[in-house]
């Protein structure tokens, strides 16, 4: 109970920048609530006014009353919902937009560790749940209260005795309440982890198409999807279920405490101690009540799930952003790149993904990584741009530390060109746009032809403009490449990095690929991981890896010579192949034959 409390407290901090109309909409809730008791009232003088004392202005007053008085209550209960919707969705706004803005900044280490559909659902299922506890609960809760309040007062001026009646079954009631609130908020944290699965499974069908088509998967796709949904609708029927339970339970206790008011009202009015028209106020009183407390034990519901979707938006709001306490500025670095003694381990496991490495690479001087899959290549990249945080160590660009720089210094210094460029739903030009913001139409074309894209640019319908489909699915491999090596060029930052495709483009545009490449590279410092020979032998040193340590260092013919690890990875062909055009396998052989002899 003091765990919703909090909760409730916390999430009232997002409703107080709208705390005018919230005033406002407790100010209409209450006027609701308090134009109840007079209804009563009204009732009263229509049986002992009109009727018994037979007075025809009474009639008409009290009726001109009644319509007045509903007329008001309508307008207020307009008013209080549309107020309170409005702040509510407000809030909803407001967190979805803190919630997706702090997804951007944590490490990777945390994203990491949730499923990206568990992300999704948040902002998707359960931010609404909350906005719902926030407007439909928060009407009924304070304006439901306090017209019971209203009422309870009423007759307590009137008729104390009576009202004990009703106010005796409040504990009882109270206590089922709570006993169903823990059953509650239980189930609909396992609804809401349910849900984010049921997420995950929809994004890995749409990934995941072409594999689950080609090897024939969709009946076990569909089954482990028809798993989920039962799951989901057990836990569903589960807090329907208690919540249902809930209501008859309040309502056969409501009931017998209006009877008993009834009856001893009766009891009363037949000994001449209450008036005709007491007794019509009373039984209208009464019944008045009896709606607003079944509506307050049913939204309970509601409010368990929305703070257990407050619970799980909290969760992530709560959780360290990307550490960026670095204050040294630098305007273009030269681009020298030292690892002294650098280890990481990704987090929960045990081996080092990189172990104590050191390295110096010169401004302007491109090194190749080369090495067996899972030799830590691609983490190293990672940590130049402090995706993750080394654990000891230190990097160093021009002799800064990359901690000691702000996150968007050190990010404006690298270009990344990866295996898998992210594009946007967005047209050509917008998606190379993205390398820089503010560049102009003439820039992106210069480095859309730098990037050897206008080719295929210039052959689109809309040029520029054509829209390129959800994560580019309507372009090529290699067309995808090339716009990924135009933001780069757009970029223009002084190192590289680039993890290179292996076999997923076809020999034509691996051509193109390869000399936008040979372009983007020029007067730059480059760190990339190397599969193709020939961008092996065009580097200045070639750096060989195993485990996450460097075992070899030096330039193509000097490894060659030395006979070790590079030669016998050269030798397996797995992880270095041979390029595409006519010159390249004779080249590839005469490796081979040097490898041989040597
Ligand atoms: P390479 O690029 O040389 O193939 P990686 O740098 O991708 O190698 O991986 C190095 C090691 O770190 C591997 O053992 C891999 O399993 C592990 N690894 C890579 N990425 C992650 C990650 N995101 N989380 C946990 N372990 C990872
Ligand atoms: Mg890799």
Known sequence: MKDSFQLYLRLLAYIKPYWRVSALSMLTMAAVALLNPLMGQQMKFLVDDVLIAKDQDALLRVMLMLIGIVVCKSLAEYASSVASQWVANKAVEDLRRFVFEHHMRLPFSSVQAQTSGRMLSRVTYDIPQVGTALSNAWIIVIQDTLTVLALLGWLLYNAWHLTLIIIATGPVIAWIIRKASTGMRTSNRAQQTTMGEMTSTVEE????????????????????????????????????????????????????????????????????????????????????IFEPIRRLTNINATIQRGLAGAQSIFELLDMEPEVDSGTQQIERARGEIRFENVSFAYPGQDTPAVNDLSLTIAPGETV??????????????????????????????????????????????????????????????????????????????????????????????????????????????????????????????????????????????????????????????????????????????????????????????????????????????????EDAGAGAVSEMQMFNETVARG
């Open 205 to 288: 069908q749409l990934a995941g198409l072409r594999e689950i088509k080609i090897f024939g998967t969709q009946q076990h796709e569909a089954n482990r999807f028809a798993d989920i949904a039962t799951r989901l609708r057990k836990e569903t029927m589960r807090v329907v279920r208690i919540s249902a339970a809930n209501v008859p339970m309040v309502q056969v206790l409501a009931f017998t405490a209006v009877a008993g008011v009834l009856y001893a009202a009766g009891r009363l009015a037949a000994s001449g101690q209450l008036t005709p028209g007491d007794l019509m106020a009373y039984v209208t009183v009464t019944s008045l």
């Open 368 to 577: 190749a990584f080369v090495g067996a899959s899972g030799s830590g290549k691609t983490t190293l990249m990672a940590l130049v741009a402090r995706f993750f945080e080394i654990q000891s160590g230190r990097i160093l660009i021009d002799g800064i530390a990359v901690q000691d720089m702000p996150l968007t210094t050190l990010r404006s210094q690298l270009a990344l060109v990866g295996q898998h460029a992210a594009l946007f739903d967005d047209s050509v030009g917008h998606n190379i746009a993205y390398g820089r913001q503010g560049a102009d139409m003439s820039e992106i074309e210069t480095a859309a032809s730098q990037a050897h894209a206008m080719e295929f640019i210039s052959k689109l319908n809309q040029g520029f403009d054509t829209r390129i489909g959800t994560n580019g699915n309507q372009l090529s491999g290699g067309q995808r490449q090339r716009l990924a090596i135009a933001r780069a060029f757009l970029k223009n930052a002084p190192i590289l990095l680039l993890d290179e495709a292996t076999s997923a483009l076809d020999n034509e545009s691996e051509r193109v690929v390869r000399e936008a490449l040979v372009e983007l590279r020029r007067d730059r410092t480059v760190l990339v991981v190397a599969h193709r020979l020939t961008t092996i032998r065009d580097a200045n040193r070639i750096v060989v890896m195993e485990r996450g340590r460097i075992v070899e260092i030096g330039n193509h013919e000097q490894l060659v010579n030395a006979n070790g690890a590079y030669a016998r990875l050269l030798a397996s062909g797995e992880d270095i192949v």
